[in-house]
Structure formats: structure tokens, C-alpha cells
């Protein structure tokens, strides 16, 4: 094993300072491709073995589960038989937040077999909360709720902030007593809970400032508001803390990550020491310079340029198409002639945009994986045969009581279920004791008594094999004695599906663990934090061009990269409306365009079907913050800029686009007839702009580029005929859309056409 000189001999001068800086508050900011995981290892294992610090005592965040078995593998390769790192605590926040519940959680009312649930579980919850509405209606609320949670908020809060009203709150507040009630935690609760034991029991904070001495971060540009919190708690007044990331790769706004948290880091540790890692280790020069041409447009990052030693590369390529099948056919075209399936990806920002790919790659014979499609344990009979398994190491586990009581059917339907959870407080909420009772009552009908008699009879017997260790023959039972295998069974020999052989992976899973309870809560933990846990069939293990969306790339990187759909409102999307948007997008362009090692693909529609109609798009305001010196272009592109005088680019566009954006004066007579949006009502004026008419023609055809002094730069997106009048529908770049009457509209037309 080489020892620690070596390790830092193989590092570059900002990567040794990082891994050598252990005295103050750590900022390491690490872009795209600059080692940022050998200097996190490394400094572990320097941590090890120079500086004495005990594996036990050492705590290392990361976002995944496979990232943190990594970190562990590689530390354990570089100290070998000096050091046993699995007493090093390497887990990801919800992790470690379901770690310190479980040793402690009894301090605010928990059980030692809480169930972890997950989106679909806790939205059953929130139903059963709420009988009188449906689930697609609940599920809204229930990423609010989540969303609230991710911000550290509690139904007690003031939630205007996100948008929550009167009525919001007082779903909030029924769920969360409904969760407390049964004795579970939703997946925000790992970090949220953990906050609550952390500044509610003091001598439990006490003892995790004693447990550890250092506390390294990963990807801290993804943390959220819940899980900052939660790290300010755990950093005592000895505690060492470094965190790592990228505020150029912070993509999960939507799910509440908030890149002030690495911005502000130096302002909430003061004396922080912030080290910046440049160099990329992963692709050419040229890519890279696409990639800082784009980045250094936002406004809220830290100063940095990526750099690398490796060839300057051939130029990225950015080709104007017709439409997505076009678009589809060139990326075929390309992968036909090298057939570099295995080393080529492309990304796109929405799942949708996979369609016209795997069309034409089915039509053409190019194997392909799709990224991101139905995980395992999300198919519907594992998660009924882990709804067994749930309910067995917690009864009062409603939702998964109620999913599992009468499916198969075994007729105790929603009467009879509310009969049966009619005797909840007589049974202190435990479900099993709720069946006894009502079956004792007599006011089940007899059909209802037999199946609840059956079910309450399995499932003592279950607990009963469980208290044996017999784990595996008790999960066969469940699933054959509740009826779920005969109920697949019929369904695979009708459908020709596998489902069957999904209950055996599920099985098969589960025998790898200790057969007993804690190897069953063991079992069901790790699948709620890392869903991937099950299943051989990850579409990343097969042979084909990966298709995948730019979210789902982080971590990984490609020999050669296309990223499809550069059209305004496909990227950046339609929500990208304020500045913050729009940064966050940009930041998503920066993660795609660095995933490439060799080479780089841009590729930018003229039409696009967007819910089944055709529709006219303006090439990306990220293709005109690349110098043009970068790219070799292919194709003609759409004209969609001012051709007057003053025009530089997309700048002048984007700021003539603010201004109408917040104007006050709205069309003029003879213009919108009919107006789709938001904004205060059309000002009349009396003057009237008469267009001439020409044989056979129409004034304004479809596509064409238009200017209005109201509304700004826009598009004519369908054109028809009332009467003996042209009528013409634009869709302006304020998201405004705006019928017309083509001879008196008040619009320029904007290049040729």
C-alpha cells in the first residue's frame, strides 16, 4: 500500500492544500472533473495516519449511496490493514439522519422499528387524512409539504413564503400528527427529526460534539435549508468542518437545494479557508472553454475558470435542425459511422425528448438505454410484498395495513376497514389488536370476518418465524399466504410479465442479511435511503448510447456528449422567469456541456412538437453566450434577433425582452382581439395600422419573426381565416400568446422569412 508522502505526491499544489489545510473552517471549491473525491479520500486518510484522528471519530456527508461506498472503498485501498475505515461514519445526510434516530429517536417519541416512507406512502398517508379528496389532488399538497420540510419550515411557521395558505397549514398539520401518530418518519423527517433531538436534548448534542472531530461534506452545493441546519448543529466548538462542491453545479433548486449555502459559507464559519480546484482532469480545452463561456454569465457563483493539461480537442460541433426527428436522425448519423455506442450520451432536459430518439434508433438498429426509467423497488408488486415486510417490523403502520388488507381481494373492503380502524383507540393504534377486536365485535359481515381472521392468523405466525430467525421463510410465507404470488402469477401467465421474478429478486435481496428482525430493519432502511439496492437490471450496466436527462448526469461523464433540444422554453425551460431561474439553468447547461471528455454536440430545432402541435423555437440564449470562435456550425439558423442598428447579440435581445416584460401599456387597437396570460387589461388608442394585402398571400405566415411595441419579440404560431379576414395567433418571448387580425396588427416583421 503507498504510503501517505506518496498519496500526496500525486496530488496537484491546490489539491495538496486542500488535503494539508486541517486548522481552519474548510471551503474547497471543486469544479467539474478537479479529483474533488481523491482529495476528500486523501485527506482522510491523512487525517488517519498523520494526524491521529480515529476512523470512529471521523464523519463523512455525501448525496449517494454509491458515492459514500466509494469514499469508503478508496480510503481503504490507500490505508490497507493500517486502519479499519468502516469505523469511519461515510453516509449520506438522510443516512446518517436514520442512523442517529435510531439510537436516539426514543428521545422525542419514536420506536425503535419506525418505517421510512416514502413519496407514494406518505401521499397515501396524507389520503387517508383526507378521504373526501383524491389522490391527484392531494399529491400537490404533499410536495408541499415536503418542499416545506426541505426549507426546515413545520405547519407552525409562517408559510407564505412557499405559497402556503390557511388551508395548506391545516393539511400540514393533520399529516403530521397522522405521522407522529403511527410511529414513522417521511424521508424529510430523517434530516428534520434529527434537528428536532439535536436542539431539543441537550446531552444527545453533547455527545455527537464528542463523537466527532472532523466533519467533511460532499456536494455541499446541493444542500438544503433542513440539512445546513442540521450541520451547524453537529459542528461542535472543536470540530473540524471542510465541505466540497461546485456552486457552478448546483441543478436541484426544484428539490430545495439552495446554492446560498456554499456562497454564504465563509460568512457563517468565519476564518474559513477557501481552496479552488481548476483543474479538470476530464476533458479537452476547447470543451471546457464552451463551458466557462456559459457559466461566467451568472452572477451568483464564486470567481473560477476551469483549465486542464489535457489536448486542446477538435472544436465543438452545433448543428441547426429542422425538427426532433431531424435532430434524431443526425445524432444517428454520426453514431452509424464509428458505432461508439457504449462511449456516446445524450442528454436532454426534459424525459419527453427521448421519444424521437429511441424512434428512429429502433428504426436504424442503434441499441440504446434509457436512464431514469421505473426503478425496481417503484414496481407495484415489490413494493406490495415490502408493504408486508413494513407492517411486520411496525403495526401500526397504517398505509401499508391499508394496502395490503384486502389485495388480493379477501373481502374486507372500505367498510369493513373503517369498522376495523374504528377500534384505534382502544388498541393504542396497533393494527394487528384493531383485527382482533373488530372480528370479537361481530360487526363484520362474515366474508370480512373470514379474510381478517385469515390476515390477523398470518401475520402471528410471520411474527412468530421472525422471533425464530427464520427471515427468509417468513418474507415466502408472506408473500404466498397473503395471495400475492398466485395473484402475479395469473397476471404473468396473462400479460407475459416478470413479476413473478421480481418477488424472487425481493426474496433473493433479502437473504443477504442477518435473519432476524434487525437484519429485516436493516434490509428496509437501506432500500428507503438507496432505492437501487435491489434489481439487477440498472439500464447503465447494458451496452448502447445512453439517453438521459442532464439531472440524472451528475457523476457520470461520456467519451463524446450530444445535448439536445438548445431552444428557448425546452432550455432553458418555460419556468425560467427570474433571474434565479435562469441562473439555475445555466448552471444545468455547465453539468451537461462538462460530462464530455472528447467530444461535444450542440443541437438547436427550428420546430419542435410541443403537446402535439408544431411549434416555431428560438435557438437558446445559451448559444449566443458562446463565443462563435468556439463552435463549427452546421445548419442555417432560425432568425429570431433585432437586425436594426445597435443589435449585439442575445444581451440587447434579453434586455428589450425585461422591458416588455414589465411594461405597463398593452396592445393598441387592432390588436390582441384575444389575449392569453397575465397583465392589466388593453389600452385602446385611435390610431390603426392598415397592413395591404396581397393576392394569395397571407400578411403574416406561419413562422413568422414579428416585433410589437406592447409585447416585444414574438412568433406567429397558427394562422386562420374568419371570414374574409386573416386571423394570426403570436406567442411573444414574455410567455404571452396573442390573437390578431392580420391587416390591422400592429406588428414589424422581423427579418426575411
Known sequence: MPDIQTLLG?????????????????????????????????????????????????????????????????????????????????????????????????EIGLGDNFTIYDDDDSLSLLASCFPNYKKRELDPIMRKISYAKDRGLSYNDNLTSIGGDATFKRMFEAYERK?????????????????????????????????????????????????????????????????????????????????????????QYPSTKTVKLEQNYRSTQRILEVANSVIQNNKGRHEKKLWTDNEQGPK????????????????????????????????????????????????????????????????EEVK??????????????????????????????????????????????DLLIMLKQAIESGNLSTKAKAGSAHFLRMYEHAQKMLTEGELVDCANFLIRESGLLDHYQEIDMQNSTGKVENLEALVNALSSYDSSLEGLLQFLEQLSLDPTTLGSDDPRDKDGVTLITMHNTKGLEFDRVFVAGLEEEVFPGRSAESDEDTEEERRIFYVAVTRARKQLFLLSARARKIWGKTSFQHPSRFIDEID???????????????????????????????????????????????????????????????????????????????????????????????????VIEVRFFNGRKATFISKFAQLEKIGGF
Open 10 to 106: 500525486q496530488l496537484n499544489d491546490a489539491q495538496k492544500e486542500a488535503v494539508l489545510e486541517n486548522s481552519h473552517p474548510l471551503l474547497v471549491l471543486a469544479g467539474a472533473g478537479s479529483g474533488k473525491t481523491r482529495v476528500i479520500t486523501t485527506k482522510i486518510a491523512y487525517a488517519i495516519e498523520e494526524l491521529g484522528i480515529s476512523p470512529y471519530k471521523i464523519l463523512a456527508v455525501t448525496f449517494t449511496n454509491k458515492a459514500a461506498n466509494e469514499m469508503k472503498e478508496r480510503v481503504q485501498s490507500m490505508l490497507g490493514n493500517r486502519a479499519d475505515v468502516s469505523e469511519c461514519n461515510i453516509r449520506t445526510f438522510h443516512s446518517f439522519g436514520a442512523w442517529l434516530l435510531r439510537r436516539f429517536g426514543s
Open 384 to 429: 406490495d410484498a415490502l408493504a408486508l415486510l413494513f407492517l411486520l417490523t411496525n403495526t401500526k403502520d397504517e398505509v401499508n395495513f391499508k394496502r395490503m388488507i384486502n389485495k388480493p381481494p379477501r373481502g374486507i373492503g372500505p367498510s369493513a376497514q373503517d369498522t376495523i380502524l374504528g377500534f384505534s383507540s382502544s388498541s393504542g393504534g
Open 179 to 267: 405521522l407522529h401518530q403511527v410511529g414513522n418518519v417521511d424521508f424529510a423527517d430523517l434530516i428534520g427529526r434529527s434537528i428536532e433531538l439535536l436542539e431539543t436534548k441537550g446531552h444527545i448534542l453533547d455527545w455527537v460534539h464528542h463523537r466527532f472531530s472532523m466533519i467533511l461534506v460532499d456536494e455541499y452545493q446541493d444542500s438544503n435549508a433542513a440539512q445546513f441546519r442540521l450541520l451547524r448543529d453537529l459542528v461542535g466548538p472543536g470540530t473540524f468542518i471542510c465541505v466540497v462542491g461546485d456552486d457552478d453545479q448546483s441543478i436541484y433548486r426544484f428539490r430545495g437545494a439552495e446554492v446560498e449555502n456554499i456562497l454564504n459559507f465563509p460568512q
Open 628 to 726: 462563435p470562435s468556439l463552435l463549427l456550425v452546421q445548419g442555417m439558423r432560425a432568425q429570431n434577433t433585432f437586425l436594426g442598428d445597435g443589435y449585439n447579440g442575445f444581451s440587447s435581445l434579453q434586455e428589450k425582452r425585461k422591458n416588455h416584460a414589465t411594461s405597463s401599456s398593452w396592445g393598441a387597437s387592432g390588436s390582441p382581439i384575444i389575449q392569453k396570460g397575465f397583465g392589466p387589461k388593453a389600452k385602446t388608442f385611435s390610431m390603426k395600422t392598415v397592413n395591404e394585402e396581397k393576392d394569395g398571400e397571407p400578411l403574416f405566415p406561419l413562422g413568422q419573426r414579428v416585433y410589437s411595441d406592447s409585447y416585444g419579440e414574438g412568433e406567429v404560431i397558427a394562422l386562420k381565416k374568419s371570414g374574409d379576414r386573416e
Open 316 to 379: 465543438p460541433n452545433l448543428f441547426y435542425v429542422q425538427d426532433e426527428q431531424d435532430e434524431a436522425v443526425r445524432v444517428a448519423n454520426i453514431l452509424g459511422k464509428d458505432r461508439l455506442f457504449n462511449e456516446s450520451a445524450i442528454l436532454y432536459r426534459t424525459n419527453a425528448q427521448s421519444v424521437a430518439f429511441e424512434t428512429v434508433f429502433k428504426r436504424m438498429g442503434i441499441p440504446y438505454k434509457v436512464v431514469g426509467a421505473l426503478q425496481f423497488y417503484a414496481r
